[in-house]
């Protein structure tokens, strides 16, 4: 085999691996933050889809600064329960406040 047989012969086994590697599905193992989020997330659905990202937002940054981590992606999952109190007594003061501006 000559030197061009093998690069051909490369090119061909690379595109087939590239070929396959694109068929793979990429599957991401659940986190700590995904428990979290999906626990409050049914509450949020009655607002358009930029308010419950606004809240989600927010509930982070007060999760991320109540447990002294950098990134949500670096919860663990014994900080999980403590998160999921911490999510819910955020949505429970932002509901009440809502309610209240509505009927005023």
């Known amino acids: 085999m000559n030197q061009s047989e093998l690069a051909a012969l490369k090119e061909q086994i690379k595109a087939e691996l590239m070929q396959e590697m ?10 700590p933050w995904d ?6 997330l ?30 949500v992606s670096m ?13 819910n007594k955020v949505l429970d003061v932002v509901e009440a406040a809502t309610t209240e501006a509505v009927n005023q």
Do not use: C, H, M, W
Request: hydrophobic fraction near 35%; aromatic fraction near 8%.
């Open 75 to 87: 919860l663990t999952y014994t900080q999980v329960e403590r998160a999921k109190e911490i999510a």
């Open 35 to 40: 428990e979290v989020k999906e626990a409050f």
């Open 42 to 71: 049914p509450r949020l659905v009655k607002n358009d889809p930029y308010t419950q990202y606004q809240l989600t937002t927010a509930i982070s940054t007060i999760i991320r600064y109540s447990l002294n981590v950098k990134n």
């Open 22 to 31: 694109g068929k793979a599905p990429k599957v991401r193992l659940p986190r």
